[in-house]
């Protein structure tokens, strides 16, 4: 579910914890009823404070995402997977909207984007971390356009 989140990201931990969480309910990876490692447990793995992970937990049953059985564990909760996909998609969506926009701002046309676009989608990478180097090397090439 969580393999690894990323100290240096701008986004703070416990959110990633809480995108990764979403992300895997809205793509299946996560099913109701499915359960969630301890927070001891997935602390350790990710190297956080437990209290971090605890927050993260909390607001997803906050938000109707995870219930809690006392002694047993943190748990997804049924019935959610269909509006736990369409949240994605929306903040999604609307973060891809403002991104394209910024790009037509700067200069870049549509060749310019789906460029990235495409290479972006042939790079297995996780949220949140560092840009791969071969996404950094398109923003050094510079085509000629005729205007």
């Known amino acids: 579910m969580i393999s ?6 701008s986004v703070a931990v416990y959110v990633q914890i809480e995108n990764h969480v979403q992300f895997a309910i ?3 990876r996560l099913g109701p009823g499915d359960q969630l490692p301890s927070v001891r447990e997935l602390s350790e793995r990710l190297e956080v404070n437990p ?9 997803l049953e906050v938000m109707g995402l995870l219930y809690t059985r006392r002694g ?5 909760n049924k019935g959610i997977e ?5 949240e994605c998609r929306k903040r999604i969506i609307g ?4 991104v394209i926009a910024e790009a037509k701002a700067s200069g870049m046309d ?11 989608l042939s790079i297995d990478s996780s949220p949140y971390g560092p840009t791969p180097p071969q996404l950094l090397n398109l923003a050094k090439a510079t085509r000629k356009k005729s205007r």
């Open 4 to 9: 690894n989140i990323d100290i240096h990201s």
């Open 51 to 59: 209290n971090t992970v605890a927050k993260a937990y909390r607001d």
């Open 110 to 120: 549509a060749e310019d984007v789906n460029e990235v676009v495409e290479k972006s």
């Open 72 to 76: 047993m564990g943190v748990f997804v």
């Open 82 to 86: 269909t509006k736990c996909r369409e």
């Open 26 to 28: 809205a793509s299946g």
């Open 95 to 98: 973060r891809l909207h403002e």
